[in-house]
């Protein structure tokens, strides 16, 4: 298994939404942040064809939730891989969010990470 770690900042002036919430808390005010299979939250692996893959993560038992990105607010963001045995390289996360609790394809927001590497 691999843990990723790393702290979201939202440096705007609005709330924003996105699904990396714990679906057991249910609360829109949530402290820490979860990238996990089907959620806002992506892994993404630079390759030799010069393309970014995305690289599935854990997925949560509970699922994941809607939560809100308060302005100037830092919050914890956790990763977790289970396959582990290609995983090597450079890497970014990536997260999508909007500024609506129910937003069309075409409100959604990027945010990417910078680049880090992971070695065995």
Known sequence: MLYIHSSLKNLTGDTLYTKLGDNFISNLDQPYLFMAYGSDGYLENYTNHKTWKDIKLAMKVEGNGLIRILPFQEY?????????????????????????????????????????????
């Open 76 to 120: 914890n963001l956790s990763a977790v891989l289970y396959d582990t045995t290609e995983i090597e390289g450079v890497f970014k996360l990536k997260v999508n969010y909007s500024k609506s609790k129910n937003p069309s394809f075409s409100d959604t927001l990027v945010d990417i990470s910078n680049y880090f590497i992971i070695s065995k």
